[in-house]
């Protein structure tokens, strides 16, 4: 019975992402400012497997297969799937010609539909991030993959994409999961935020995770110390961060705050900054934020 109902809870999260993605209006990816040159280099292989695919359709993929080549080196490589998950091209050939629509990633994540999800809206691009082994490795290692879809000249619909291990953290990422989950939160109101707990979810990857506050400064989501009340809290250099969250949300609405704040299981603090978006639904203020280590 447990387990049912834990399936259930799960499928329905999967089914309010899916149709509020589909309508929200985040960060356009391909039109994003990228802090790191390996980032925009990864974007634009993509982009111009696209271009191939809408003018040779099927017959590039035997292009993308050539190992050394600007689609396939080291650990990186560009694959291509089709909206009903279907591999045309993969650096794996025994993943050729079949169906990774129910692939998951060690934590459960069903990352190839949350591609499909990205490549859905007007965008028709987009980033998912989950875990998954570098080859010849035992241990998973976070994988942020960027996909566009693209017509063929059949008319057929293909997804390109291409991912980086262990790749730097860009604010632009940040920014978008922010806002998805700020506009989710607007849509379905607080029964959102069992979504993004849910580390099935693509708000949960590498050390990034979603919080939400109330205007009395206390953690309605947070995966360590919900609950709390941190209005008078502060870092290692005596800033009150929370406060300044909070105003932050009042004066602007939106916007980017640094402080000290100690990873997950370490003790210690490291240097961070977290973008946060103040949402009001029937009254209640929330702020949702997401954060990121500057080291």
């Known amino acids: 019975m447990k387990k049912r109902k834990k399936s259930t809870q799960f499928i329905r999260s999967f089914c309010v992402l899916i149709s509020f993605l589909i309508l929200s209006v985040s960060l356009c990816a391909e039109d994003a ?93 987009g980033w998912s991030h989950y875990l998954w082994n570098i080859p010849g490795q035992d241990e998973p290692t976070w994988k942020s993959t960027y996909v566009q879809s693209a017509i063929a000249p059949s008319g057929k619909k293909y997804i390109a994409g291409c991912g980086l291990y262990n790749m730097k953290m860009e604010r632009a990422f940040i920014v978008d999961q922010v806002n998805e989950a700020a506009d989710m939160i607007e849509v379905e109101g607080v029964s959102a935020f069992d979504v993004l707990r849910d580390p099935k979810s693509e708000f949960i990857f590498n050390s990034n995770y979603v919080f939400v506050l109330d205007e009395e400064g206390t953690l309605l989501v947070h995966p360590e110390i919900e609950g709390t009340n941190l209005y008078d809290a502060q870092d290692v250099n005596g800033k009150y961060f929370i406060r300044e969250i909070l105003e932050v949300g009042r004066e602007d609405g939106s916007g980017w705050v640094d402080y000290w704040w100690s990873k997950p299981g370490e003790d210690k603090t490291s240097s961070k900054s977290s973008y946060i978006r103040q949402i009001e639904i029937d009254g209640d203020i929330f702020v949702v934020g997401v954060g990121v280590y500057l080291e």
Not at 41 to 67: C, S, T, W, Y
Not at 74 to 85: L, R
């Open 33 to 125: 400012e990228y802090q790191y040159k390996e980032t925009e280099e990864l974007v634009e292989l993509v982009n111009d497997a696209v271009v191939l695919i809408e003018e040779k359709g099927k017959d590039v993929f035997a292009e993308f297969a050539v190992q050394d080549s600007k689609w396939r080196h080291d650990d990186k490589y560009v694959f291509a799937i089709d909206p009903e998950g279907m591999v045309y091209a993969h650096a794996s050939a025994a993943l050729v010609g079949t169906n990774v629509i129910e692939l998951t990633d060690v934590n459960g994540k069903p990352f190839i539909k949350w591609i499909l999800i990205e490549v859905s809206g007007e965008d028709s691009s």
